[in-house]
């Protein structure tokens, strides 16, 4: 079980950032309105995620902790995916990589339960607020050959921002902390309020947190549709750019993706109004019913598969020459 757990976990968790991804899923799944992430180390030594979701129930925990137990899916329904966990997998992996603490509270009485080398403790009492808290202490340290593949704290830690970002982009009315206790002291890395309204003035104002006002003043919006295919979300104008990295927040049916497919309609889009070492800013919604695309492609689930990718392909750059042209580009 074990060795099973540390082989799955290597897919699951490359690195401090993934371990982030699936605990803020997590949270987020479980109707989070503020979500409390705390690192050391470049997440190293010490991922805490803090929530106040629908929490755990005491006697859940040891489900919750074993492989595919899911809440969240019944297996007759796998192409029907709308919460971001549907695999049952983070929290095993991540209790056989590191020393897993998870405290809980589902109803009046609080739980915790300590996982280690895959080797679950007890059950145990414990206070605290309703929703969940999750420490995840020396990540990797029972397998020192991925320790040894991980780049420098800064790199690592960039990454978890990078991360939180784009899953605050994607849920713009919870609130998100992202802070950094290297060393005892903390400093808050990122934070972005939940925001109110309706989704559009949301998006609108979460763009701002996480981009700046300046993506806000270039920013135009987008709304167009193709075969059951919805697009909505702002790109920018070409003559605003960023760095690559920060520049692209793409989302399918609510979720964070890094899709090659998608990255590439965005380029072709400004491909004539744009030099080809700059990089189009832009955040884009798409979505669609569940059947027409595939998120489970890879268990890190960045990379999406579509029924009709040239449809997607043609909505994104019609939508946003369209609204580039509109702009007078
Ligand atoms: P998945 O998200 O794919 O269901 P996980 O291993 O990530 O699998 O989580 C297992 C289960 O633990 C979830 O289905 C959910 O019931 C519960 N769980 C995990 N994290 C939280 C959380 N932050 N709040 C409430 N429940 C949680
Ligand atoms: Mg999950």
Partial sequence: ESAINRIAAGEVVERPAS?????VENSIDAGATRIDVTIADGGKTLIRVVDDGCGIAGPDLPLALSRHATSKIDGSDLLNIHSFGFRGEALPSLGAV????????????????????????????????????????????????R???????????????DVIRRLAMAEPFVTF??????????????????????????????LRAVLGRDFAENALPLDAERDGFHMTGFTALPTYSKGAA????????????????????????????????????????????????????????????????????????????????????
Avoid: W
């Fill in 246 to 329: 920060v520049a692209q927040y793409l989302n399918v049916n609510g979720r964070p993706v890094r899709d090659k497919m998608l990255l590439g309609a965005l380029r072709a889009a400004y491909m004539d109004v744009m030099s080809r070492d700059r990089h189009p800013v832009a955040c884009l919604f798409i979505d669609c019913d569940p059947t027409l695309v595939d998120v489970n492609v890879h268990p890190a689930k960045s990379e999406v598969r579509f029924r009709d990718p040239a449809c997607v392909r043609g909505l994104i750059v019609s939508g946003i020459r369209h609204a580039l042209a509109e702009a007078g580009h």
């Fill in 98 to 145: 590191g020393r897993l603490t998870i405290t809980s509270r589902a109803g009046d009485e609080g739980a915790s339960v300590h996982v280690a080398g895959g080797r679950m403790g007890d059950v145990r009492p414990a206070a605290c607020a309703r929703g969940t808290q999750v420490d995840l202490a020396d990540l990797f340290y029972a397998t020192p050959a």
């Fill in 147 to 161: 320790l040894k593949f991980l780049r420098t704290d800064r790199a690592e830690t960039q990454a978890v921002v």
């Fill in 19 to 23: 371990a982030v991804k699936e605990l």
């Fill in 177 to 206: 902390i992202l802070r950094d206790a290297t060393g005892g002291d903390t400093r808050t890395l990122f934070r972005a309020d939940g925001e109110t309204g309706d989704m559009f003035d949301a998006l609108g104002g979460r």
